[in-house]
């Protein structure tokens, strides 16, 4: 009867059909990342729902893993964690470098759009959170001694990801392995400039704030 039911929603309601059937699509990309990640862009296998609910997934896991894994692997002082901060500090270099590597494209002829960038790099995300996530349970269940094989698979998680990620915008821009490495580089190289820029400007922004407010503290003195 459930089962009836789920099945004539899906097909009233083509949005949700779409949205389950490219969440679904990313077991494809990470198993076959060379094909899923041409489908993904080029036949519209992904979907940018899709894409924002794997990075929350993402974000979800980091903090889960801060807060819960056992203080045998993990070492975070949990009372002097800001969440908003952890997730900030992951969140805004992931997008500088998803804008970095969209504005060097043009320069590598690169073929790929922020959004199909976004959704790539979002979609390589998903073996942390599909290994990482059992992994802290499984924390609070190894000894020490047992230690290498929550820190084996801690490491596939991340070199998988890497993975993903090399493969995806190789996929995306159309690029061979070789100039990919060279794009990536440049890409990261782009990404440090555009912190120092935003540092630079804030930086002005508060020396222009601090001046004019010693300017009107200067004059209400004298006014007074």
């Keep these: 009867m459930s089962l009836t039911k789920s099945r004539s929603e899906r097909q009233t309601n083509p949005r949700l059909a779409r949205y389950l059937d490219t969440l679904k699509y ?3 990309v990470i198993f076959h990342p060379f094909d899923g ?41 949990i009372q002097y964690i ?7 500090s992951l969140l805004l ?31 390589a995300l998903l073996p ?11 924390s609070n269940i190894l000894t020490f001694d047992e230690g290498s094989f929550y820190t084996v ?9 890497l993975f993903l990620a090399f493969v995806g915008l190789m996929e995306v821009h159309d690029y061979g392995p070789g100039k990919t490495i060279v794009f990536i580089i440049a890409t990261v190289f782009g990404a440090l400039v555009i912190i120092f820029l935003i540092l630079v400007f804030f ?19 004298r006014l007074s």
């Design 128 to 138: 942390y959170v599909i290994i990482q996530l059992p992994l802290i349970l499984v």
């Design 203 to 221: 930086s002005l922004l508060s020396d222009a704030f601090g001046y004019f407010a010693s300017l009107y503290r200067e004059i209400a003195f």
């Design 26 to 28: 990313g077991k494809y």
């Design 37 to 77: 990640f041409w489908d993904l862009v080029h036949e519209k296998r992904g979907s940018l729902a899709a894409a924002h609910t794997f990075l929350a997934l993402f974000l979800i896991t980091y903090v889960l893993k801060l807060m819960y894994t056992s203080f045998q692997f993990i070492t975070a002082p």
């Design 153 to 161: 698979l801690m490491s596939v998680s991340v070199i998988w990801c």
């Design 93 to 123: 270099p992931f997008l500088i470098l998803c804008i970095a590597n969209w504005a060097l494209s043009t320069l590598f002829d690169g073929k790929g759009r922020f959004k199909d960038i976004y959704m790539a790099m979002c979609y």
């Design 82 to 88: 800001n969440i908003y901060e952890r997730i900030a």
